[in-house]
């Protein structure tokens, strides 16, 4: 990772690197050193993810990429220390404050639904962590799993376009799953107020 930009209490993953900062000096309470678990969990999903999809890292959507990681890192956490810090997968992904209402990511999901290719790091409002562990956990509600979002990430990784490889793993055109995604945002969003 470019560490230029890591600060403490942050967390980044490379190429066959991941480095999280646990700066105690700045902050340790339980919230703090919940956060650095979590940090930890999801870059060191995300050194898997590099090995699936190789050179192709710029082709797997940030949604994907994050969203996936942070439900690895999810599932991970809760076998973890005898489950002393995350009782149940819902603890652990409560620690995750990144954005995921339409106020602050619906740019950034209609920007998904036009573009499928990766935006990059950083240029979501954060929502491709957020919304985007939402969207993959909707998958998963569907009746997906982990595994088959790593095996598009897995197709992807051998040149394979991200529309082609996400029909070819859930039989769902990248359309049909904004489509149906949208409205089952929407129902989480009435269900709220």
């Known amino acids: 990772p470019n560490l230029d930009f890591l600060m403490p209490n942050q967390g980044a993953a490379s190429c066959r690197l991941t480095v999280v900062w646990r700066g105690i000096a700045e902050r340790d309470d339980l919230i703090m050193r919940n956060t650095m678990l979590v940090q930890g969990g999801h870059e060191i999903f995300h050194l898997y993810q590099q090995e699936l999809w190789g050179q192709y890292w710029k ?3 940030d949604w994907l990429r994050e969203g996936s990681a942070s439900v690895g890192m999810g599932i991970v956490l809760t076998h973890f220390e005898d489950r002393r810090s995350f009782a149940n997968y819902g603890a652990a992904q409560l620690v995750e404050k990144s954005p995921k209402d339409r106020a602050t990511c ?3 999901l209609t920007k998904w639904e036009k ?3 990766s935006e ?3 240029f979501n409002n ?3 962590y957020g919304l985007g562990l939402l969207m993959n956990e909707y998958l998963i509600m569907k009746g ?3 595994k088959d979002s790593l095996d ?3 197709l992807i990784g051998t040149g ?3 529309p082609i490889a996400f029909q070819q793993v859930y039989k769902l055109s990248t359309q049909d799953f904004f489509r149906d995604l949208r409205g089952y945002l929407h129902f989480l969003e009435a269900s709220v107020q």
């Open 106 to 108: 619906e740019a950034s």
């Open 144 to 146: 997906y799993t982990l």
């Open 152 to 154: 598009v990430v897995k």
């Open 59 to 61: 082709n797997v959507p």
């Open 115 to 117: 573009n499928l290719s």
């Open 126 to 128: 954060g929502c491709e």
């Open 120 to 122: 990059g790091f950083g």
């Open 160 to 162: 394979v376009d991200f």
